[in-house]
């Protein structure tokens, strides 16, 4: 019976009779920043051939947030090694895995027995039922097996949505950062659409021999998981000297203890999170939430802080930062909101760092300008200013990262970096980086950086453009740990 068996799986024929429980809605929902629909009827009709719940798991990339898998409960336990790529659709997704586990998460670094992900032969359990009713063996029943494995884990390929291309600059005079075309007053930036329709295509067999069904049924996700992004809190400063308030979000260290110092983080964002949703800074890409990740708590305990400069706040006070490279009533507010911070929290001085993108590149360098004794070190991405205002800057601890086709922030920071290796700073430099490389390629690229012992490293991405940078520039490891490797202190 078993090759009949074997016949059906591949012919899809068998369907399932049993008749399934109630939609699980346990998992924990997101905040409202992200997307998401369900619907009963779609519900109802998942539950006719085996799914009782789609749960989507959204991940925070340099490109923004998105839904990284899926994780599909069915009532009792999947055979894995039955599985394979194919028997699940995704709209708009690759799947690169599947497996199943027994609680709704997801295995870090698993090897799937799942058909076609390894070399080897498929594997069918010889504990399968001859019929798609349920034949459960002595073993089962006592083992429960049934229980567990029951949830089925869909990964997907990330595709980085950023545009790689080299942005065109014939013809154009050389720009020395001091002037430039100043980013949109109003952003088109949308929150993020966590939305994902799943069809089982292909048979699932359960480890008790229950087969369910292809079906044509497409089901829409009925919950999101959540993300790093709900360990943040949000809270509004209000200027005691001006009035104007800006959110901004904080991250506590897990065992966070008032008696403690930590260092800070200080993240801002370019001006395409310019919007009235308190979180974009957090979703529109990783820059703030790389550095919370438990991975890397663990090796950089440290609080991080994100402000969200809002489009109501464009409205009233212009942009935080302009290509005149002056110093705003935005610029202010940001500012006095960091002060704020370091004399309400245990911060230890000591280790101050500071980082963004664009915008928020922009906006550490002017800060970093006004208060030379701030920041113990900076990661400055796809940005410029005024490079004669930044050669006080030269006794700095800086890492800068932009793309040979950022128009502005790669002629200003070739500019900058001259002008202090003519006042004696050593730059470590090296040749432009392919942004493609893997980890392990990154690694050796930053360690041939970290060698040359400069205080400014300077690196470029060969190609790509001025959005693309932070696309990929905090996914750095390396960078992330030269960082925090800073110090104050001799």
């Known amino acids: 019976m078993n090759k009949i068996l074997l016949i059906a799986l591949v012919l899809g024929t068998l369907s399932t009779t049993n008749t399934l429980a109630a939609t699980d809605m346990a998992t924990t929902i997101s905040s409202t920043s992200s997307t998401t629909i369900a619907t009963e009827d779609k519900t109802h009709q998942a539950e006719s051939y085996g799914i009782q719940s789609v749960t989507a798991v959204p991940k925070i990339y340099g490109d923004g947030e998105k839904v990284?898998?899926?994780?599909?409960?069915?009532?009792e336990a999947i055979q894995e090694s039955a599985l394979t790529l194919n028997t699940f659709t995704v709209k708009g997704k690759t799947i690169n895995n599947i497996y199943?586990?027994?609680?709704?998460?997801?295995?870090?670094?698993y090897k799937s027995t799942a058909q076609g992900l390894h070399n080897g032969a498929p594997q069918i359990d010889t504990t399968v039922g001859q019929t798609n009713t349920v034949k459960a063996s002595k073993k089962d029943k006592n083992s429960k097996a049934t229980a567990a494995d029951q949830y089925v884990v869909v990964e997907f390929e990330y595709e980085n949505s950023t545009p790689f291309v080299l942005a065109p600059r014939p013809n154009k005079q050389k720009n020395n950062g001091a002037v430039?075309?100043?980013?949109?007053?109003?952003?088109?930036?949308k929150l993020p659409d966590l939305n994902v329709t799943v069809t089982q295509v292909q048979p699932v067999v359960t480890k008790t021999g229950t087969i369910y069904g292809p079906s044509q049924t497409?089901?829409?996700?009925?919950?999101?998981?959540?993300?790093?992004?709900?360990?943040?809190?949000?809270?509004?400063?209000t200027d005691p000297t001006t009035g104007n308030s800006i959110p901004y979000n904080v991250f506590l260290p897990k065992n966070y203890d008032a008696s403690k110092q930590y260092p800070l983080y200080f993240f801002i964002a370019d001006s395409s999170a310019n919007i009235n949703d308190n979180r974009t800074v957090l979703f529109q890409g990783n820059g703030a939430t790389v550095f919370a990740s438990p991975e890397e708590q663990a090796k950089h305990e440290a609080m991080i802080v994100a402000p969200q400069?809002?489009?109501?706040?464009?409205?009233t006070l212009g942009m935080m930062t302009t290509d005149k490279n002056e110093w705003t009533p935005g610029l202010t507010l940001v500012d006095n909101l960091l002060h704020h911070v370091i004399a309400t929290y245990p911060i230890d001085?000591?280790?101050?760092?500071?980082?963004?993108?664009?915008?928020?590149?922009m906006a550490n360098i002017s800060i970093s300008d006004k208060h030379p004794d701030l920041f113990t070190a900076q990661f400055l991405v796809a940005c410029q200013w005024n490079t004669e205002e930044m050669k006080v800057l030269?006794?700095?601890?800086?890492?800068?990262?932009?793309?040979?086709?950022?128009?502005?922030?790669?002629?200003?920071?070739?500019t900058a970096t001259k002008n202090w290796a003519d006042l004696g700073t050593k730059i470590a430099t090296s040749p432009m980086w392919d942004s493609h490389s893997t980890p392990e390629q990154f690694d050796a690229l930053v360690k041939a950086t970290v060698d040359q012992k400069a205080p400014i490293n300077y690196t470029v991405f060969k190609d790509g453009n001025h959005m693309y940078t932070w696309s990929v520039a905090y996914t750095i490891e390396g960078i992330r740990d030269w960082l925090f490797s800073q110090t104050k202190e001799k």
């Open 180 to 189: 430039g075309v100043d980013a949109p007053l109003h952003s088109n930036r």
């Open 100 to 109: 199943t586990n027994s609680v709704p998460k997801l295995k870090e670094n």
């Open 394 to 414: 030269k006794d700095k601890k800086l890492w800068i990262l932009v793309s040979e086709g950022d128009d502005k922030a790669y002629p200003g920071m070739n």
């Open 218 to 237: 497409s089901v829409i996700n009925t919950s999101t998981a959540s993300t790093i992004m709900d360990e943040f809190k949000t809270y509004i400063y």
């Open 309 to 315: 400069y809002t489009q109501d706040l464009v409205d």
């Open 349 to 361: 001085k000591n280790r101050i760092y500071g980082s963004g993108q664009s915008q928020g590149g």
């Open 68 to 75: 990284a898998a899926v994780i599909i409960k069915y009532p």
